[in-house]
């Protein structure tokens, strides 16, 4: 059964830095590409970029390039989306999800994550 | 890049059909794939529809995806509403990069 878990939710305070993960399990980690979706409090979706962790390949939305980081680590089946110094308005839902390909739609999403950056 | 509109709400019976648009600003809808996610209150989202009109596996077929190259737009249409249909939509399409729409909340009453 194809599962992405998410790490669980964060509180942190603005200026802080944060690395959160997505475990894919039960397919070929390296041979689907993750993406990352924010969802601010009552807000819609929007796309934040996509890695390919066979070989690293990353693309950012214009929006979050220079925001946030997207690695991954395909010893252990994992995505990663960090930041260096968290801001409030980071504080959102963070959605992981797996794609045949960049250009193609997902077809597994990860649970969430909750990060929440106040003071 | 372009942008997806969508109406920001929309209401039906159960039982009956209702149909979500979402029209693209620029450039053709019928360039790049179309995709249809719905989001349940504090759940992730799934996907109901890709690649325009194609169900992913344990969607019922009362969910069903088209394009109006007229209209330059993509339709979502739930036939046979059940009051778990009730939830966010969003459509979403790719072209350099991913654009949702702006979703559309779905009140079954």
């Known amino acids: 059964e194809v599962q992405l878990v998410q790490s669980g939710a964060e509180v942190k305070k603005p200026g802080e830095s944060l690395k959160i993960s997505c475990k894919g399990s039960?397919?070929?980690?390296?041979?689907?590409?993750i993406g990352w979706v924010r969802q601010m409090p009552g807000k819609g979706l929007e796309w934040m970029g996509i890695?390919?962790?066979?070989?690293?390949?990353?693309r950012y939305s214009p929006s979050f390039q220079g925001q946030v980081t997207i690695s991954a680590d395909k010893s252990i089946s994992t995505a990663y989306l960090q930041w260096s110094s968290l801001k409030a308005s980071d504080t959102a839902m963070y959605y992981c999800?797996?794609?045949?390909?960049?250009?193609?739609?997902?077809?597994?999403w990860g649970q969430g994550t909750l990060v929440t950056v106040s003071s | 890049n372009f942008m997806l509109t969508q109406p920001h709400s929309v209401s039906e019976s159960p039982g009956k059909t209702v149909t979500i648009s979402c029209t693209r600003s620029?450039?053709?809808?019928?360039?790049?794939?179309v995709q249809w996610y719905q989001q349940r209150p504090g759940s992730a989202p799934t996907t109901v529809i890709y690649?325009?009109?194609?169900?992913p596996s344990g969607v019922p077929d009362r969910f069903s995806g088209s394009i109006d190259s007229s209209s330059n737009s993509a339709s979502l249409t739930i036939s046979g509403l059940k009051t778990e249909d009730e939830a966010d939509y969003y459509c979403?399409?790719?072209?350099?990069?991913?654009?949702f729409g702006g979703g559309t909340k779905l009140t079954v009453l």
């Open positions: 999800a797996r794609h045949r390909d960049y250009d193609l739609a997902p077809d597994y």
């Open positions: 620029s450039g053709s809808i019928a360039s790049n794939y």
């Open positions: 890695i390919y962790p066979g070989d690293s390949d990353t």
């Open positions: 039960g397919y070929s980690f390296t041979s689907y590409w």
């Open positions: 979403q399409s790719y072209d350099s990069s991913w654009v």
């Open positions: 690649e325009d009109n194609q169900r």
